[in-house]
């Protein structure tokens, strides 16, 4: 049974900080690609960064030398670091695993509210 705790969300001023973590359980952790997306009210969700199997990382332009993913195998967790927050990065932050072998599997965190103030 997989499960996800997700959490770190909350209301920061811009120009703050914040760290998100997403904590999974019932995977072989290790041999999944751990993504962060977010959506904004009214909008698409957006793939944030992402940190592979193997250990690469990639960005989204928007937060590109902001926000940076980093996981931890031994505390099956993942982490996304948000510096200089914006009003623009205000929204609900998901946890996502994506095993992109066969057989492939994709699960969700709950979502956790980020919300920038001006």
């Known amino acids: 049974q997989l499960r996800f705790m997700e959490s770190g969300g909350g209301l920061v001023q811009a120009g703050g900080s914040l760290r998100l973590s997403c904590a999974a359980s019932?995977?072989?952790?290790?041999?999944?690609?751990m993504n962060w997306y977010r959506q904004a009210p009214g909008k698409q969700r957006e793939l944030v960064a992402v940190v592979t199997s193997g250990g690469s990382t990639n960005y989204a332009d928007s937060v590109k030398g902001r926000f940076t993913i980093a996981r931890d195998n031994a505390k099956n967790t993942v982490y996304l670091q948000m510096h200089s927050l914006k009003p623009e990065d205000t929204a609900v932050y998901y946890c996502?695993?994506?095993?992109?072998?066969?057989?492939?599997?994709?699960?969700w965190g709950q979502g956790t509210q980020v919300t920038v103030s001006s």
């Open positions: 996502n695993a994506h095993r992109a072998r066969w057989p492939y599997e994709d699960y």
């Open positions: 019932g995977i072989s952790f290790s041999i999944y690609d």
